[in-house]
């Protein structure tokens, strides 16, 4: 299958800081991918989807101004957390379809834990 | 929009013995439903899908069978090993692109095999 890589695996980081996370589609490409947010023993949560050249779309709920993601190319999507609080602190995972046709299948990377002190 | 429901919510069944997950949908449109194993700190991992034009697939000792009229699936796992304990979960999608690729998941089922 597909392998979807992240970048960091972990992070802590202070109150107040932005954090940055890269998702990496390696040996394939994505014009659509989806970050995720998973507390514990809880299911996956989505928050956007990023579109390859094109703006997020953010699930209701959801402050686009507070994660900000970034799809440059078809390999690469970024979610930054702005100013991020403790509240933030989650398993943040995302994943791509395989291929620029669209598709329905879904590959995650391996998430991302978030600390925020 | 579409919901999900997963259950039951833990599974614990003998080394060797089978175990059945099932879950069911509300939108009689979505036709995609994969399932995913999630293990401890990991992310999901997809090991076996099903298309609404298909009643049942199978991989090795994992299948899925799907029930449109019923709207529901179910994941078979034979000859359960202790490495297949972790979390799983089922989702559906309503197609492929755009708002109709999103998944919707189900709550989650922890599967413990006993050795």
């Known amino acids: 299958g597909a392998v979807v890589s992240q970048h960091p695996s972990r992070v802590i980081c202070k109150s107040g800081t932005s954090v940055k996370i890269e998702c990496r589609s390696l040996d394939f490409q994505a014009t659509t991918m989806f970050w995720y947010r998973q507390f514990p023993k809880q299911s996956l949560m989505l928050m956007a989807t990023s579109n390859e050249g094109s703006k997020a779309t953010y699930e209701q709920g959801v402050e686009k101004d507070k994660f900000l993601i970034n799809h440059a190319s078809l390999t690469l999507s970024t979610l930054t957390v702005t100013s991020a609080h403790p509240e933030d602190s989650s398993f943040y995972i995302c994943?791509?379809?395989?291929?620029?046709?669209?598709?329905?299948?879904?590959?995650f990377g391996p998430g991302t834990r978030l600390t925020v002190l | 929009g579409e919901n999900v429901e997963q259950h039951p919510s833990t599974l614990s069944v003998q080394e060797g013995d089978s175990a059945v997950i099932k879950c069911t949908y509300s939108?009689?449109?979505?036709?995609?439903f994969p399932w995913y194993k999630q293990e401890l700190g990991k992310g999901p991992q997809l090991i076996i899908d099903i298309r609404s034009n298909v009643g049942e697939k199978k991989d090795q000792r994992i299948a899925v069978t799907l029930n449109k009229t019923a709207k529901h699936f179910s994941l078979h796992i034979t000859e359960t090993q202790p490495e297949d304990s972790a979390v799983y979960f089922c989702a559906a999608s309503k197609g492929k692109t755009g708002a109709n690729s999103k998944l919707t998941f189900g709550k989650g089922i922890t599967l413990s095999v006993r050795p």
């Open positions: 994943s791509a379809g395989e291929g620029q046709i669209p598709t329905d299948t879904q590959y």
């Open positions: 939108d009689s449109a979505s036709n995609y």
